[in-house]
Every structure is written in C-alpha cells, then in structure tokens.
C-alpha cells in the first residue's frame, strides 16, 4: 500500500539499513523508554516491511509481561517464547511454536502463556539458542521487547541483540 505510515516504515527500513545492520543477520531489538510509546506499532511495522524484501522475516514477542503481538496479528497466545524458554530442549521446537500472519513471508512467534519469572527466562541459555535458531532460518529477525524502565528484561535481551531500534 502507498500510505504516508507504510511509506515512513519502509523509511526506517532503510535507515536501518544504512546504519549496516542489515548487511548482517544480527535481529534488531525494538524497544522505548516506558510503556505505551508505540515499540509494537514500529516493531510489527518494521517487520512487515522488511516482508516486502525478504521472504523470511520473524517477528519475536519478546515482552513477557505484556504481549500484545499476538493481538496484532490476529494469533493464538495459547503457545510461543515462554514454553521454549521454560522447557525448550532443542530449538527445532521452536518451529512449531510459530504462527502464520496475514503478510506473505512474515511468522510471529507469540509470547505464549504469560510466566511468573519473566527476567529468570531471558537469563538461560535458551535465549541465546532461540537466537541462534532464528538467525539461520530467516533473513531478518525483530525482537519485540519490553521498555527499558522499569524492569531488566531489555537488558538481558540486550546481551544477545546487538542492534536496536529505540522508539521515542
């Protein structure tokens, strides 16, 4: 679609891509200072034009305490990141945790069943295995994470993703 938002995403897209994380299969983290700053408006976005170029992009819901992807792309959250990353034992499980999303190309993994321990899940070895897995499965990889105040989990994400886009 030619709207001025899709056209302003496949903007960031591109200076995304000029800041050269594209010229790896790094995934990007989208983040924000607090809540409600759009990060799952520009995330979701980001994904779907990065779909438009490549034909294997995924979109990660890695908020743990407040998931909203799912909603967004109209999926289930009866399953996703937090089974894989509470009793995952070989990241080929994550292949049926994915889901298909209206957009040719693009797969959400969903948060899955909220967790009473969010910050002890992204602090495993599961998370750097995820990552790993995504990465030599898909051209493009965006990790959806909660804001940085007031909780720690953008920091543990943050010791796998390299690359960030921070929303303001």
């Known amino acids: 679609?030619?709207?001025?938002?899709?056209?302003?995403?496949?903007?960031?897209?591109?200076?995304?891509?000029?800041?050269?994380?594209?010229?790896?299969?790094?995934?990007?983290?989208v983040?924000?200072?607090?809540?409600?700053?759009?990060?799952?408006?520009v995330s979701s976005n980001l994904a779907v034009a990065y779909a438009q170029m490549h034909p294997r992009v995924l979109l990660i819901d890695g908020d743990l305490?407040?998931?909203?992807?799912?909603?967004?792309?109209?999926?289930?959250?009866e399953k996703g990141l937090s089974n894989f990353l509470a009793a995952g034992e070989d990241a080929e499980e994550l292949r049926g945790l994915l889901q298909d999303t209206s957009v040719p190309g693009l797969k959400l993994l969903p948060c899955g069943p909220r967790p009473p321990n969010p910050s002890e899940l992204l602090n495993t070895p599961r998370v750097a295995a995820l990552l790993s897995w995504a990465t030599e499965n898909f051209d493009r990889v965006i990790v959806d994470s909660p804001p940085i105040f007031p909780v720690s989990d953008t920091i543990l994400w943050g010791r796998h993703v390299k690359h960030a886009v921070f929303v303001v």
């Open 31 to 41: 983040t924000s200072t607090v809540q409600e700053e759009g990060k799952s408006h």
């Open 65 to 77: 305490r407040r998931p909203s992807l799912h909603r967004k792309c109209q999926a289930s959250s």
């Open 1 to 29: 679609t030619q709207s001025l938002s899709s056209e302003a995403f496949r903007n960031l897209r591109t200076m995304v891509d000029f800041a050269h994380v594209a010229a790896t299969t790094s995934p990007i983290l």
